[in-house]
């Protein structure tokens, strides 16, 4: 693949991937995002003590008239892609909370050199957008399913959505979503439990399952290295009870290892950033809703985008500006070690 004319960051790497978050609402409160019920104090207080030196993040949802409009991100897509980006995945917050979501997928469908579109969404209100969002072009769809059982599902995410859930899942699949893909993270005494009965369902269900080990992203900054299960454990305990075969990999800068179930059916991912950091390989830009370029999910310095957009900018210019912005790209991020700085903002804010 040629790379005349891409965004190459300052370590050589060639960035193909953007993420574009469309709101940093949300309709629920999962524990490792924006932990911010009950059940969430409950898990953290008194567990462990608080990451040293991180105040918990006050959540103010960006005013609308902060919003990059489905116009100005239009363009930003195009832009992109002109620089060689070909993947675009829409995320958030919810996503679909954003209204009209379907019309700028849409809109981003028709650009030209868009070679993979595809959205990250909690599944709480996909039912609905489903037919309308396969119709505007979106070629592959990610829930997050961190729980099986109704009461833990409701612990994790604050709300009473697993058959809503569980629904979105089925109807991905028979509109012909392929493959659907499940995210979970995985909390040790939360639902490290559930490893087992999620792999099951991803085999009995034919569904890419990728497990997610949990990052300092929270917005309560109550993370620690303690509640994360590793991979290599998870990877472990699947061995035991089932026979996994290795997949290549699809993609050099994949984030996932995958594995394939003996019977062919449904596949498991693993993706470790925290025990195995893959940044050596990340292709990723994010775009936050209110316009701002990140170049790591762990970027403590964010680059305004919406201003220059607003601005009058022409194409041209940003161009050089998305140069400029690539060259500042991280060379890794540096969670567990002593000079780690949480990002300012949280999970749901940058857009996962
Ligand atoms: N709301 C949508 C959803 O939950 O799928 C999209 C946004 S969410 C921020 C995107 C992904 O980030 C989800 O799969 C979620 O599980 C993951 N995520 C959020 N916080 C995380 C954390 N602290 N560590 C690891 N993954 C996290
Ligand atoms: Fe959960 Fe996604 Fe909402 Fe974060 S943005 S609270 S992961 S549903």
């Known amino acids: 693949m040629s790379t005349a004319g891409s965004l190459v960051d300052s ?10 978050s469309l709101t940093d609402r949300c309709n629920f409160r999962c524990l490792y995002c924006l932990p911010e019920t009950e059940a969430a104090q409950n898990f953290y207080r008194g567990r462990w003590a608080r990451m040293p030196d991180s105040a918990p993040i ?12 489905f116009e100005e991100i239009e363009r930003v897509v195009r832009i992109a892609i002109g620089l060689g980006i070909k993947k675009i995945r829409l995320t958030g917050g919810e996503p679909l909370l954003r ?26 209100l996909f039912a609905e957008k489903a037919r309308a969002l396969r119709e505007a072009g979106l070629h592959r769809i990610s829930f997050s399913l961190d729980s099986l059982d109704r009461d833990n599902f409701k612990k994790i995410t604050g709300r009473d959505g697993l058959a809503e859930v569980l629904e979105s899942i089925r109807l991905a699949q028979e509109l012909g979503f392929a493959p659907v893909k499940v995210n979970a993270v995985v909390i040790r005494g939360i639902n490290d439990h559930e490893i087992e009965s999620l792999a099951e369902f991803a085999r009995e269900r034919n569904l890419s399952l990728r497990f997610i080990e949990f990052m300092p992203l929270d917005s309560a900054r109550a993370w620690l290295k303690e509640m994360v299960v590793s991979g290599a454990d998870i990877l472990q305990r699947l061995r035991a009870r089932n026979e996994l075969k290795p997949l290549a990999s699809d993609n050099p800068s994949s984030t996932s290892k995958r594995w394939s179930f003996a019977d062919g ?22 775009l936050t809703a209110d316009g701002k370029v990140r170049t ?6 964010e680059h305004d985008l919406r201003s220059r957009l607003r601005a009058g900018a022409s194409d041209a210019e940003l161009n050089e500006w998305f140069h400029g912005v690539a060259l500042q790209k991280e060379a890794r991020h540096h969670i567990g070690e002593p000079e780690f700085v949480s990002p ?4 749901s804010c940058i857009g996962g």
């Open 99 to 124: 209204q009209g979501a379907e019309h700028l997928v849409a809109r981003i469908a028709k650009i030209p050199g868009v070679e993979d579109l595809a959205m990250t969404t909690n599944g709480f």
């Open 265 to 286: 059916r449904g596949e498991i991912g693993i993706i470790a950033p925290v025990s195995e950091p893959f940044c050596g390989h990340c292709n990723r830009l994010r």
């Open 344 to 347: 300012p903002r949280s999970m």
């Open 58 to 69: 006050v959540q103010q949802w960006t005013p609308r008239s902060n919003l990059l409009t």
């Open 11 to 20: 370590h050589g790497r060639v960035l193909r991937d953007l993420r574009v």
């Open 296 to 301: 790591c999910l762990f970027s403590v310095t």
